[in-house]
């Protein structure tokens, strides 16, 4: 028998390369990337360890605040009557540590959220709250919700941006009274 001899100008196709070089460079891919997702990992947490920044005020750690490059948050269980906006029923008591706190979210280039909340009660009964907080309102007043069976009154005022709450129930020995003031705005502050 007789070979063919190859005819000019068309190569022989080069040999499959052995199946240990491809998982070779595979695995070198993969490795490539595992270390350079590493580095920026790395990275980007030492960035936000330095521009992260938390404080909280001693003694009792009454107000925390944390600040990052996307915006901060302001956290103050120190609630001044004043920023809440709302008249305060004659002669209540602040209830301390009990849901009042300063909330203050910021962030650049978007409205900003304030929120402020305090309880109070009162020997009263509802009934006199509630002609107190009607009469003090009344020229404000958008929304209004009287719920006999739970004991409980809800007054609320909405305008732009803002939202005030007086929300009254009646408990065995007073009259629980909760002041809210959720604002939203660039320049507002509580």
């Known amino acids: 028998?007789?070979?063919?001899?190859?005819?000019?100008?068309?190569?022989?196709?080069?040999?499959?390369?052995?199946?240990?070089?491809?998982?070779?460079?595979?695995?070198?891919?993969?490795?490539?990337?595992?270390?350079?997702?590493?580095?920026?990992?790395?990275?980007?947490?030492?960035?936000?360890?330095?521009?992260?920044?938390?404080?909280?005020?001693?003694?009792?750690?009454?107000?925390?605040?944390?600040?990052?490059?996307?915006?901060?948050?302001?956290?103050?269980?120190?609630?001044?009557?004043?920023s809440l906006g709302l008249p305060i029923y004659p002669g209540a008591k602040k209830i301390e540590g009990k849901d009042s706190a300063r909330v203050n979210i910021e962030i650049p280039g978007a409205a900003s959220v304030h929120v402020v909340a305090a309880e109070f009660e009162t020997p009263d009964p509802l009934d006199k709250v509630k002609e107190f907080y009607r009469e003090r309102l009344k020229g404000e007043l958008t929304k209004y919700t009287e719920r006999t069976a739970r004991g409980s009154t809800v007054f609320q005022i909405k305008d732009e941006g803002l939202e005030q709450v007086v929300s009254l129930k009646s408990t065995a020995c007073c009259t629980r009274i909760k002041l809210a003031r959720v604002s939203v705005g660039k320049d507002e502050a509580n």
């Not at 190859?6 to 499959?16: H, K, T």
């Not at 750690?61 to 302001?74: A, F, H, N, Y």
């Open 1 to 82: 028998m007789s070979t063919i001899p190859p005819s000019p100008g068309v190569p022989y196709p080069p040999p499959p390369r052995p199946a240990s070089t491809v998982v070779a460079i595979a695995v070198l891919v993969l490795l490539l990337i595992l270390i350079v997702s590493g580095a920026v990992l790395y990275i980007g947490a030492r960035y936000l360890a330095r521009s992260v920044k938390v404080g909280v005020e001693k003694p009792g750690g009454k107000q925390v605040t944390i600040e990052t490059p996307v915006g901060s948050l302001e956290v103050n269980k120190g609630v001044k009557e004043v």
